[in-house]
């Protein structure tokens, strides 16, 4: 069974955070990973994109202000957060498009989503 677990989420008067993805249990291989957010009211929003290579997209929101990297060793990816607004305020959720034995398809797995508050 795989499992995405978020974790670095919390309540911040602007300035940065960093969250941590980590995938765990039966990982025969992971593709691309992301992160989206959903703010109340809103549609869940994609927020970054990394491919297995390592090729970034960003949300025009999060362009120059967010990173996204992976460290495939620990199966852990993260989104370093600066310059934080309030408009930032959201769950935030992580995904994996991974492939957990050789005998079953790549699926995609959710995390439980962390919350990210930021003050104004």
């Known amino acids: 069974q795989v499992q995405l677990v978020e974790s670095g989420g919390g309540l911040q008067p602007g300035g940065s955070l960093r969250l941590s993805c980590a995938a765990s249990?039966?990982?025969?291989?992971?593709?691309?990973m992301g992160w989206y957010r959903q703010a109340p009211g809103k549609q869940r929003e994609l927020v970054a994109v990394i491919s297995s290579v390592g090729i970034t997209n960003y949300a025009d929101s999060a362009k120059g202000r967010f990173t996204i990297s992976r460290d495939d060793a620990k199966n852990t990816m993260y989104l370093q957060m600066n310059s934080l607004k309030p408009e930032d305020t959201a769950v935030y959720y992580c995904?994996?498009?991974?492939?957990?034995?050789?005998?079953?398809?790549?699926?995609?797995?959710w995390g439980q989503g962390t919350q990210v508050t930021v003050s104004s």
């Open positions: 995904y994996g498009n991974i492939r957990p034995t050789t005998t079953l398809p790549t699926m995609t797995y």
């Open positions: 249990g039966s990982i025969r291989s992971i593709n691309s």
